[in-house]
């Protein structure tokens, strides 16, 4: 599956750290780094928030925000130490890593449903009915949350 622009806008795209990366091979994420080393066949290293070294195609070798430290890459993984760049995000010279990878930690954590157990309802569309979104948030398992934006474009 080829992740492009359109497609993004649609997925989720979660903050990860490398050790999470095996867990979204073939799905956008979101990978928050520290530039590491630039090769000369145009992929860079990055430290990940945990520290780990993940590799990066990079499309564009002459994207400003590449010059910053830190930087928040949204990129498809390719594998459990590698990621696709799509866009990146310049986050400055100064960031705290360990508080951002414990961040990640709790959001990925136990205490927050897991990308699979999320149901997304467009009660916009017409064919959503008032059963469906009844249905949808009243949970099958303790592991599942239904999320309906209301009439405001918010969230339930």
Same mark, same amino acid.
């Given at each position: 599956?080829q992740?492009?622009? =359109?497609?993004?806008?649609?997925?989720?795209?979660p903050?990860?750290?490398?050790?999470?990366?095996?867990?979204?091979?073939? +799905?956008?994420?979101?990978?928050?780094?520290r530039?590491? +080393?630039?090769?000369?066949?145009? =992929?860079?290293?990055v430290?990940?928030?945990? *520290? /780990?070294?993940? =590799?990066?195609?990079?499309?564009?070798?002459d994207?400003?925000?590449?010059?910053? @430290? !830190?930087?928040?890459?949204? *990129?498809? &993984?390719?594998?459990?130490?590698?990621?696709?760049?799509?866009? &990146?995000? *310049?986050? /400055?010279?100064?960031?705290?890593?360990k508080?951002?990878?414990?961040?990640?930690?709790?959001?990925?954590?136990?205490?927050?449903?897991?990308?699979?157990?999320?149901?997304?309802?467009?009660?916009?569309?017409? !064919?959503? @009915?008032?059963?469906?979104?009844?249905? =949808?948030?009243?949970?099958?398992?303790?592991?599942?949350?239904?999320?309906?934006p209301?009439?405001? /474009?918010?969230?339930?």
């Open positions: 599956m992740v492009t622009p =359109s497609s993004l806008e649609t997925q989720l795209r903050h990860v750290n490398s050790a999470l990366l095996p867990h979204w091979v073939g +799905k956008a994420v979101n990978l928050p780094c530039t590491a +080393k630039f090769h000369d066949n145009g =992929s860079l290293t430290a990940a928030a945990d *520290g /780990g070294h993940v =590799s990066v195609r990079v499309i564009k070798v994207e400003p925000a590449l010059a910053q @430290t !830190y930087i928040d890459i949204t *990129g498809k &993984v390719l594998n459990a130490t590698a990621i696709q760049i799509l866009a &990146v995000r *310049g986050m /400055g010279f100064d960031l705290d890593m508080l951002l990878n414990d961040t990640i930690s709790i959001i990925h954590g136990e205490r927050f449903p897991k990308n699979q157990d999320v149901q997304v309802l467009d009660v916009s569309d017409p !064919y959503c @009915t008032a059963a469906q979104l009844h249905r =949808s948030t009243a949970p099958t398992s303790p592991h599942t949350t239904a999320i309906a209301n009439h405001t /474009g918010t969230t339930l």
